[in-house]
């Protein structure tokens, strides 16, 4: 049974491309204050100093990564990218406080889909960076090329080129 309810994705993706899963201004991975994104521990990719509160999928692909506290999520593409969208520095704290979460681990999604939600004011008034770094988990298997840094970005602009 089809389901004409289901929204469609806002855009056509392209193989072996991430886009931004938010609106803000996108920064290198060494200007976010956490050692484990800034040295790349966990991959090569961006951050993004988000305008909005709302995380939408960066690639089309299967849920990896759906912790309870909704401050994070992982894709495996059908090509077999692993991309990390974290929201926030030590967020995971907050046990999902300000955060609303639509996907669980196991789900499909399509780029361009809502995944997260998360209240800006109300993680900056309780001390929170909320950067949101962007990472290909396993860069190591590819080469990866940031296409944007230090300027505006939108959401849903190609933002990594995997190669």
């Not at 926030?88 to 889909?113: M, P």
């Not at 900056?124 to 190591?140: F, L, Q, R």
């Amino acid at each position: 049974m089809m389901n004409f309810f289901k929204k469609k994705p806002k855009i056509t993706p392209e193989k072996n491309c991430v886009y931004a899963p938010v609106s803000g201004t996108a920064k290198p991975l060494a200007e976010v204050d956490d050692k484990i994104f800034a040295d790349g521990l966990l991959g090569k990719g961006l951050a993004i100093e988000p305008d909005e509160g709302v995380i939408y999928a960066p690639v089309s692909g299967k849920v990896t990564v759906a912790p309870k506290s909704c401050h994070a999520v992982g894709i495996s593409s059908p090509e077999g990218i692993e991309v990390l969208v974290h929201v926030g520095i030590n967020t995971v704290d907050l046990k999902g406080k300000h955060f609303r979460g639509f996907v669980s681990k196991g789900d499909e999604v399509y780029a361009g889909q809502k995944l997260i939600e998360f209240d800006r004011q109300a993680l900056k008034e309780a001390g929170y960076d909320i950067i949101t770094p962007v990472i290909v988990t396993n860069s190591d298997d590819y080469e990866v090329i940031v296409t944007v840094t230090g300027q505006p970005v939108t959401e849903l602009e190609k933002v990594i080129e995997v190669k």
